[in-house]
């Protein structure tokens, strides 16, 4: 009886404070996130300052906006859309909308802002972001349409420096 005791005093105090844990994280989660259709969905995790939101949307085309709940936005905000291919993004920050697309054809990320094709963004510029195709094992892809993979891209700290409220993501994985 006296091991059964101090099996549970020393053992119970750390389970507990564990599922507290998972109770208080999974209660406040650091955004909000509206999607357009119901049957898209978004996940988010978040270690450390990194931020890792996952967007699955079936049909392809449709939009989300991420609210921050906290004073600022995370150090690192990674984007995972799984989608089939990526003919158009927009990711609206306040005053500024970077806009990217992904060649079907070869893989190859463009990348403006503000509606202006016409001016590429270049990897010195401070919006410039990598896109990078994703398979279903984690393994990068140079092949579309995806099949189970996802397109990745860390959002760059230029786009959130003037700490908006809110974000706005909008995509088309393939024109109709």
Not at 21 to 28: H, P
Not at 65 to 75: A, F, G, L
Not at 106 to 113: A, I
């Amino acid at each position: 009886m006296s091991h059964f005791l101090a099996i549970t005093f020393l053992f119970l105090p750390p389970i507990l404070g564990m599922m507290n844990c998972v109770t208080a994280c999974g209660d406040d989660p650091p955004f909000k996130i509206t999607t357009k259709r119901d049957d898209d969905k978004a996940e988010v995790t978040v270690e450390q300052n990194k931020a890792v939101i996952s967007v699955r949307s079936p049909f392809g085309i449709s939009q989300a906006v991420i609210e921050r709940r906290s004073n600022k936005w995370p150090t690192t905000m990674m984007l995972r859309l799984h989608l089939k291919g990526l003919e158009n993004l927009k990711v609206t920050s306040g005053k500024v909308t970077l806009e990217a697309s992904v060649l079907s054809q070869d893989g190859k990320v463009r990348l403006w802002r503000d509606g202006k094709e016409n001016l590429p963004l270049d990897v010195k510029q401070p919006l410039w972001m990598e896109i990078r195709m994703v398979d279903k094992d984690g393994e990068p892809t140079k092949t579309i349409p995806l099949k189970e993979g996802y397109f990745e891209m860390k959002l760059p700290k230029a786009l959130l420096e003037d700490n908006p409220k809110s974000i706005r993501l909008n995509w088309i994985d393939f024109y109709r």
